[in-house]
């Protein structure tokens, strides 16, 4: 069975900072991107960083740029989101996700095929 697994959740206070982890079992998704979303309550799910296969490209949005930061460790198969300076409006539903294609490096359009079950953010102020 194919699972990819998030931690790292929790309650932290604005400025501080989290560091989320993806782990990846049954499979080995080496070859793919992939990528952190979220998702607030009664808002739309959002890419908020992006990796592909290799590490050497990344991608964020301007909503956490300088922030965020994505990194990957193909031999564990795990992927992890370190977050600084958090804000309040960083309060959502975190999701790691495989994106579809090998060795792709159009991070800012993948498409993931497989998620994981989330792990909640909260930011308080």
């Known amino acids: 069975q194919v699972q990819l697994v998030e931690s790292g959740g929790g309650l932290v206070q604005a400025g501080g900072s989290l560091r989320l982890s993806c782990g990846a079992s049954?499979?080995?998704?080496?070859?793919?991107?992939m990528g952190w979303f979220r998702q607030a309550p009664g808002k739309e799910r959002e890419f908020v960083a992006g990796i592909s296969w290799s590490g050497l490209n990344t991608y964020y949005p301007d909503s956490v740029k300088g922030r965020f930061t994505i990194s990957r460790d193909n031999a564990k198969n795990m992927v992890y989101l370190q977050m600084n300076s958090l804000k309040p409006e960083d309060t959502a539903v975190y999701y790691c996700a495989a994106g579809l294609g090998l060795r792709s490096i159009a991070i800012a359009t993948m498409v993931p095929f497989y998620w994981g079950q989330g792990t909640q953010v909260t930011v308080s102020s």
């Open positions: 049954g499979r080995s998704f080496s070859d793919n991107a």
